[in-house]
């Protein structure tokens, strides 16, 4: 029902900056709470930030805490993930995520994904 299309990966050096662009189709999009999560390869697809339909959002991981910060744009239907100071364990496939109202915690809770965008960090 809902196709999300992300973009902005790509190939950086440790320390570098990446933003994460993710568009949305359809009308409700402000009644959709939004994730971020990443898999690296052979690891399980964990969380890396989420937000929910009201603008609330929990704490980062531990891993990412304070290097990236989640934000969306109803207007355009957009929610963006700006990435710090990237490390080469960062490196993984990243997907924009959605669920209806409520916020998605874990990979299962997801009801709609995005195909991913690579990143990769070089040491």
């Known amino acids: 029902q809902v196709q999300l299309v992300e973009s902005g990966g790509g190939l950086v050096q440790a320390g570098d900056s990446l933003t994460l662009s993710c568009v949305a189709s359809?009308?409700?999009?402000?009644?959709?709470?939004m994730a971020w999560f990443r898999q690296a390869p052979g690891k399980e697809r964990e969380l890396v930030a989420s937000m929910d339909f009201t603008g609330a959002r929990p704490p980062y991981p531990d891993p990412v805490k304070g290097r990236v910060s989640i934000s969306r744009d109803n207007a355009k239907n957009t929610v963006t993930l700006q990435m710090n100071s990237l490390k080469p364990e960062d490196t993984a496939v990243y997907y924009c995520a959605a669920r209806w109202r409520a916020l998605p915690r874990r990979s299962s809770d997801v009801e709609y994904w995005g195909q991913g965008t690579q990143v990769t960090v070089s040491s």
């Open positions: 359809g009308r409700t999009f402000s009644y959709y709470s």
